[in-house]
C-alpha cells in the first residue's frame, strides 16, 4: 500500500518538474523574451515593460506588439495597446519614443 | 489499499501537479511573471508581495499535500487559493475591471479567461472531495491518539 502511495506522488512530482522545464520558454524562442515594439503611426517604437509601461488590452484581434527577427517585425502579443493609465479608465497614448 | 485511499491519493496528486507545475513554471520564467502580474487590474504596488507569496504558497500547499500527517491543511489551504483564483476569474469574466488582461502561467496561460474558470472549478470541487475523503481519516486518527492517552 505504502508502496503504491510512494509512486503515485513520485510520478506526481516528476511530472509537474519536468513538465514546468519542458514548457519553459526558451530565450531564443519566445517573442516575449525580446523587445517588444508597438506601432504608432506607420513606425515601430519601442514598447517599455509589460504592465509598467503599458499593457495588452484583451480581447482584441489587434496586435498589441512586435518583435524583430533579422529586419522584420514580427506580431508577439494581440489586444489593444495601451499605457499603464488604461488601468484607470481613460486611456491616452503614451508619447512614442525611441 | 481501499477505494477511497486511491481515490484520496489520486486527488492530491492531481493538485500537487497542479501546484508544482505552476510555481516552477513562474520561478524558471520569473521576469515575464513580473510582467504579467504587473499586467493584472491589481495596484502595481502589489506585485512585489504577489509574485513570492502565490508561487511559495503554491510550493507549500504541494508539501503539505505530500504528507499523510499535513494533507488536511493542505487540502483546506488548496481549497482556499482555488477558490480566490475562481473568484477573480469570474470577476475579470464579469468585466468588473476596465480591462481583461491576459491570462497567464506556463501552459495554463494558453487558456482563455472562460476556459480558466472551468479549469479551476474543477480543482475546486477536487479539494471539496479530498476534504470530504480525508475528514474520516482525519478524525480517525484524532480519536486513536485520544485513546491512546488515555
Known amino acids: ?98 | 489499499m481501499n477505494k477511497r485511499q486511491v481515490v484520496l491519493e489520486s486527488i492530491s496528486a492531481l493538485l500537487i501537479m497542479l501546484f508544482l507545475y505552476a510555481s516552477i513554471s513562474k520561478f524558471l520564467d520569473f521576469q515575464r511573471f513580473i510582467g504579467e502580474m504587473n499586467n493584472q487590474p491589481l495596484p502595481n504596488s502589489w506585485t512585489p508581495f504577489l509574485v513570492w507569496t502565490v508561487p511559495s504558497l503554491e510550493i507549500a500547499i504541494s508539501l503539505a499535500l505530500i504528507f499523510e500527517r499535513t494533507r488536511m491543511v493542505g487540502l483546506i489551504a488548496s481549497l482556499v487559493l482555488m477558490t480566490l483564483f475562481t473568484i477573480y476569474t469570474a470577476v475579470i469574466l464579469l468585466h468588473f475591471f476596465d480591462y481583461v488582461p491576459c491570462s497567464c502561467g506556463g501552459v495554463i496561460r494558453k487558456l482563455s479567461w472562460p476556459q480558466h474558470l472551468v479549469f479551476n472549478l474543477f480543482f475546486v470541487v477536487l479539494s471539496v472531495i479530498g476534504i470530504i475523503l480525508q475528514r474520516r481519516s482525519f478524525f480517525k486518527s484524532i480519536l486513536i491518539t485520544k485513546n491512546s492517552f488515555v
Do not use: H
Not at chain 1, 504592465?51 to 506588439?65: E, H, L, R
Not at chain 1, 522584420?72 to 508619447?95: E, F, L
Open chain 1, 1 to 98: 500500500m505504502k508502496k503504491i502511495k510512494f509512486m503515485i506522488m513520485t510520478l506526481a512530482i516528476a511530472f509537474s518538474i519536468g513538465g514546468a522545464f519542458a514548457t519553459a520558454p526558451r530565450p531564443a524562442q519566445e517573442c516575449q523574451a525580446a523587445t517588444q515594439y508597438y506601432l504608432n503611426g506607420g513606425a515601430y517604437v519601442l514598447a517599455g515593460r509589460l504592465g509598467i509601461d503599458y499593457i495588452c488590452n484583451t480581447p482584441s484581434s489587434a496586435v498589441c506588439t512586435y518583435y524583430k527577427v533579422g529586419t522584420t517585425y514580427m506580431p508577439c502579443m494581440w489586444g489593444n495597446y495601451c499605457t499603464s493609465n488604461c488601468k484607470t479608465g481613460n486611456p491616452t497614448p503614451k508619447k512614442a519614443r525611441n
